[in-house]
């Protein structure tokens, strides 16, 4: 079975610092990993992915992740946040075999203060 | 193009009630999901629906069923509702052949008092 742990709850940040939201997973096989995003009341949207190739992955808005298989981990950051940023984030596996079902974890909630 | 539509976005139902919920999945998308999410927590997968009929299932008892449409859209219904049945449903359209990208509505949001 897979889970995915994001040990942190709340990361409380300053307008322009940086970030890094922390993601470990467990699987005994090859897996996808993503990132959501969720915004207040809203769905969840999808901020980034990794599912070969470079480990090093990046989104639209200037967020990065990096897939560490030795580590497994896949940590999301931004060198500078904005206000916007505030959010619940939320990391995410899917296995090779079983692409459609994803497995989450309990989320980060990013707050980012003026 | 409309994205994932879900309806209603908010009920309240009393303990005892039975639930339907309903999803458009985006235009293409044969594959529906649908997630709980608690309060405080992250979705948990309820199960899949392909073709009409339930692909897989994640642990839910049997009070939480669905059904799919020749149109791919979804409902969710839940029977004898639970004050811990409570939360945010969330129903996902996947395209047939993609990249595993799953594509979320705004969400159910379900009070049962």
């Known amino acids: 079975a897979q889970s995915v742990t994001q040990l942190d709850s709340q990361v409380p940040v300053f307008e322009e610092a940086p970030v890094e939201l922390r993601c470990n997973y467990s699987s005994s096989v090859s897996v996808y990993l993503f990132w959501y995003v969720q915004y207040p009341n809203q769905g969840l949207q999808l901020l980034l992915k990794?599912?070969?190739?470079?480990?090093l992955v990046e989104s639209i808005n200037g967020f990065e992740a990096e897939f560490n298989k030795s580590q497994t981990s896949f940590h999301l950051r931004k060198p500078s946040v904005h206000i916007s940023d505030t959010a619940e984030y939320f990391c995410?596996?899917?296995?090779?075999?079983?692409?459609?079902?994803?497995?989450f974890g309990t989320g980060t909630r990013l707050q980012v203060f003026p | 193009d409309a994205g994932v539509t879900q309806s209603p976005t908010h009920l309240i139902k009393t303990r005892g009630q039975q639930v339907t919920l309903r999803c458009s999945p985006k235009?293409?998308?044969?594959?529906v999901s649908w997630y709980q999410q608690a309060l405080g927590q992250g979705p948990q997968f309820i199960f899949q629906?392909?073709?009409?009929?339930?692909?897989q299932r994640g642990n839910f008892p049997d009070r939480f069923s669905g059904h799919q449409f020749p149109n791919y859209s979804s409902e969710l219904n839940v029977n004898a509702l639970l004050l811990g049945d409570s939360a945010l449903y969330l129903c996902?359209?996947?395209?047939?052949?993609?990249?595993?990208?799953?594509?979320f509505g705004q969400g159910t949001r379900l009070t049962v008092v």
């Open positions: 235009s293409g998308h044969d594959t």
């Open positions: 990794y599912l070969s190739g470079s480990t």
């Open positions: 995410a596996v899917s296995t090779l075999y079983n692409t459609d079902k994803l497995i």
């Open positions: 996902a359209s996947i395209p047939s052949g993609g990249d595993a990208e799953a594509f």
């Open positions: 629906y392909y073709e009409e009929e339930e692909r």
